[in-house]
């Protein structure tokens, strides 16, 4: 029964890393002028995600989003050799979309293996074999144009096709899963991903959530049941949120308006007060790379580790308990139109998601396709998610 042992160790595995809570950031394989990331790039990327002044924890980890370094066919991507310069933990990616097979990808990460070895693989946390490809392909996702997606059969037969790959080196034992927006894993089409995998990403912006009553006041509760819900659909599996954050710059996305003051906010309310410490971690981000987004996330200017604001987490916080969400929201919600569950559950998310980093490493990708757009969407699709995802519940 060698597929249920590779289970029952990927999900030993999983819990240790769970418990570990690793803190880090996303970051795409190229730089905002879309040019390609060397290793001396990620080494001060990960360098200042050590250093930053009054972190709370350390950020010694790193989501990226494909094994292939920019530039070449099946190189490894040199993010490998500056996280093992800098003792930096990964989650590693395998780029899922728009395509028929995941052979470049395996082969730059068996090349890895094979130079660098355990120097190498001790680092690696977790694999997500996809991002953002179930939402690309969603109502809301195709609404959006945010680009070219993926099957949920055909991230299956990845899935297994890079278990197999693995089977045979040390990354056998690293949890698999896979990354996508909150309100793609309720969609029950998708389940099939959700049961082959050790672990979900989920990526969460209250931010985007048109018609939600997206002011930063209720961000917390925004994020509260977007997270919920995908814990409420894992089936026990560990939910990793892999991507989140709120602009500290850029225009006003309803009533979301970006600035330094709100991005700290986001920071206590959602980081401090729901992830860091409790779950393992990846903010969006430390440093922009999508030219398109006029939306600008980084936490820090330059690489500085003196951030934009003081990191110190609060010891109070103004979010709401869970129960108090559910009054509050309801009114809020009400904009969002004409589906009653959508404005009784309040927790609409918008399937959002900036898709910066994705499209930007996207291998032969078109680059831009998504960019800070990918997030607007109609009242009419995220109530056709939202109606999906609730029946689950
Ligand atoms: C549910 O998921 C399937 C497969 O990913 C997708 O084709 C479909 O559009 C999704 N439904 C909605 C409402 O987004």
Redesign the pocket.
């Known amino acids: 029964m060698r597929f249920s042992s590779t289970i029952a160790a990927a999900a030993l595995v999983a819990s240790t890393a769970a418990a570990d809570n690793y803190l880090g950031f996303n970051s795409g394989a190229t730089k905002a002028d879309r040019s390609a990331k060397f290793k001396e790039d990620w080494v001060a990327e990960f360098k200042t995600a050590q250093g930053l002044k009054n972190a709370p924890g350390k950020f010694n980890a790193v989501r990226l989003y494909t094994n292939i370094q920019a530039y070449a066919q099946d190189d490894p991507i040199e993010a490998f050799e500056a996280a093992i310069e800098t003792e930096t933990y990964m989650l590693l990616g395998i780029w899922a979309s728009g395509t028929t097979n995941i052979d470049k990808e395996l082969s730059a990460l068996n090349k890895a293996i094979k130079k660098y070895g355990s120097k190498f693989t001790d680092l690696v946390i977790g694999m997500s074999v996809g991002s953002e490809?179930?939402y690309r392909?969603?109502?809301?996702?195709?609404t959006n144009e945010a680009g070219v997606?993926?099957?949920?059969d055909v991230l299956v037969k990845f899935i297994e096709q890079y278990r197999k790959a693995v089977a045979d080196t040390p990354l056998s034992s690293v949890p698999v899963g896979h990354v996508d927006t909150w309100?793609?894993w309720g969609?029950?089409?998708?389940k099939v991903?959700v049961d082959a995998i050790d672990f979900l990403g989920v990526d969460e912006y209250p931010y985007y959530e048109t018609g939600k009553g997206n002011a930063i006041s209720n961000s917390g509760q925004l994020f509260d049941r977007a997270y919920d819900a995908t814990i409420g659909v894992a089936g026990g599996k560990p939910v990793w949120v892999t991507e989140t954050g709120w602009p500290s710059s850029g225009p006003a996305w309803d009533e979301a308006e970006a600035s330094v003051k709100n991005a700290k906010y986001y920071w206590n309310e959602v980081g401090c007060r729901r992830l860091f410490g409790k779950t393992p971690t990846f903010w969006y981000t430390l440093r922009d790379s999508n030219p398109d987004n006029k939306m600008q996330f980084a936490i820090t200017k330059d690489l500085s580790t003196t951030p934009l604001f003081d990191l110190t987490c609060p010891t109070t916080f103004e979010t709401p308990e869970a129960s108090e969400n559910t009054a509050s929201s309801s009114g809020s919600a009400t904009k969002s139109g004409s589906s009653g569950s959508a404005s009784e559950t309040g927790s609409a998310s918008a399937?959002n998601s900036n898709g910066e980093d994705s499209t930007a490493v996207q291998p032969d990708g078109p680059g831009s396709a998504a960019s800070g757009l990918v997030a607007s969407m109609t009242a009419t699709?995220a109530l056709?998610?939202v109606?999906?995802f609730f029946t689950l519940l």
């Open positions: 490809d179930l392909n969603s109502v809301t996702g195709v997606g993926q099957d949920p309100d793609v969609n029950t089409t998708n991903v399937g699709a056709a998610v109606g999906a």
